[in-house]
């Protein structure tokens, strides 16, 4: 199973940023993928999750209305659209997927992750 997050980078408050997860080396399209994010110095945090068909998505409340996740089977790629955003937005951000399904419990189950990618907001 691989998971290679990219998109990230230095952004002002206020701003926007993509980040893509790349899936490969399993059928991606039978499982829930997401994101999670670490802050420095913080425990980490599920931030969105995307059902394998994409009619069931969860976010943490901190970014319901600012982030959108979407997900393109065909590609095995899924996507966090991140608007509006604010420092505290400022994490290593990882792509990742488990056997729980898509939801507040989600992350508890993630079991395979790739690399992160950084996403830094500050003015």
């Known amino acids: 199973v691989q998971l290679q997050a990219f998109g990230g980078g230095l952004v002002q408050p206020g701003g926007f940023l993509r980040l893509s997860c790349a899936a490969s080396?399993?059928?991606?399209?039978?499982?829930?993928i997401g994101w999670f994010r670490q802050a420095p110095g913080k425990e980490r945090e599920g931030v969105s999750c995307?059902?394998?068909?994409?009619?069931?998505?969860y976010y943490v409340d901190s970014v319901k209305g600012r982030f959108t996740i979407s997900r393109d089977n065909d590609q095995n790629t899924v996507y966090l659209q991140m608007n509006s955003l604010k420092p505290e937005d400022t994490a290593v951000y990882y792509c990742a997927t488990g056997p729980y399904r898509c939801g507040s419990r989600w992350y508890d189950g993630v079991d395979h992750w790739g690399k992160g990618t950084l996403v830094t907001v500050s003015s």
């Open positions: 080396g399993f059928t991606s399209d039978y499982y829930a």
């Open positions: 995307i059902s394998s068909s994409g009619r069931t998505i």
